[in-house]
């Protein structure tokens, strides 16, 4: 990818749990997004985080970034069906460009 | 809140053919609009930075008389795919951001599935 590595690459799991994701970055960022993607769709933001954070929460999600380790987690708890999409982390390299990790593509079984 | 239209939602094409895809930022002036790729199952890949009023920036393998990108306006910029080809078949999608800076996130457009036969 551009930007790095996700992992997993895919994830399933069962309705009600929480899924994990984990995004790792190339350069120093002045912020990480997180995105989704439905399936043929465009991307939603779903939340950013700034360098100087360390955690932030937005309703069911949370969001780590820890620069030493050019890393960050999004976390879903309470998962639920309409939650499967494909997820994204993405940062910013020079003045605006936007670039992405490999995703991870998530199921929620019912 | 912002939003990035995009037309058409999905083209098909015989090869040699040119095929324009447009993405307008409905409700915002953005002056710089970003074009992507994705491939299926794969992640997006930034082809390149579209600027209003100047060439475009294209990102390291991105043939620029392939994908011809034109910025006209504040609220337009346009993606051609010239003499396209049935490896030129794939997700193109394009974002842009209502404020100067990246301390926001990013407004995507829905995407243009493009099948070339």
């Known amino acids: 990818s551009q930007q790095g590595e996700e992992d997993p690459q895919a994830l399933s799991i069962q309705e009600g749990e929480n899924a994990t994701m984990n995004c790792s970055y190339k350069?120093?960022?002045?912020?990480l997004q997180w995105y989704r993607q439905n399936s043929g769709r465009g991307l939603v933001h779903l939340i950013l985080i700034r360098s100087n954070e360390r955690e932030k929460h937005s309703g069911r999600l949370r969001v780590t970034l820890d620069t030493s380790k050019k890393s960050s987690s999004l976390l879903i708890t309470a998962s639920r069906a309409a939650d499967t999409a494909s997820y994204f982390c993405?940062?910013?390299?020079?003045?605006?460009?936007?670039?992405f990790g490999q995703g991870t593509r998530l199921t929620i079984n019912p | 809140g912002a939003v990035v239209s995009q037309h058409p939602s999905w083209v098909i094409c015989k090869s040699g053919t040119s095929v324009k895809i447009e993405c307008r930022s409905l409700d915002f002036q953005a002056t710089t609009m970003f074009w992507y790729r994705q491939f299926p199952k794969q992640s997006l890949m930034l082809m390149a930075t579209s600027n209003e009023g100047s060439k475009a920036t294209y990102e390291q393998g991105v043939e620029k008389d392939k994908f011809l990108i034109n910025h006209a306006s504040l609220t337009l910029s346009t993606l051609t795919v010239t003499s396209a080809h049935p490896e030129d078949s794939s997700f193109y999608i394009c974002s842009a951001t209502p404020l100067q800076g990246s301390t926001y996130g990013y407004t995507f457009g829905s995407g243009t599935r493009l099948t070339v036969v």
């Open positions: 350069t120093s960022i002045n912020n």
């Open positions: 993405g940062s910013i390299q020079g003045a605006q460009k936007l670039v």
